[in-house]
């Protein structure tokens, strides 16, 4: 849609959201976005750092995978199940 003057926005997905989400959200909202992953950060069971680390380490899969030609929507859950092989911090969350 055409906005003219109005400047541009960014989409925000925020409340309830986690690493298993990751694939769903890359593909609905794409690069420019604002992922507020509250919870799914701090409910990580080793604590924050991790948590952030689980949902870097989703992102990246699921871009990466996108990028390849993969269909996030159809093999989402394994993208993630892959990238928790080499991420013990995405395999605890």
């Not at 959200?25 to 750092?49: C, K, M, R, Y």
């Not at 030609?69 to 995405?90: H, M, Q, T, V, Y």
């Amino acid at each position: 849609q055409d906005w003219v003057s109005l400047p541009g926005v960014l989409p925000v997905a925020s409340g309830g959201i986690h690493v298993w989400h990751m694939p769903a959200l890359t593909e609905i909202f794409g690069d420019d976005s604002v992922l507020q992953f509250g919870g799914g950060t701090l409910g990580h069971p080793w604590g924050n750092a991790p948590g952030a680390v689980a949902n870097r380490v989703a992102l990246e899969a699921c871009v990466q995978a996108r990028n390849e030609g993969r269909d996030l929507a159809r093999e989402g859950n394994e993208i993630i199940r892959e990238a928790s092989k080499w991420s013990p911090e995405l395999a605890a969350a």
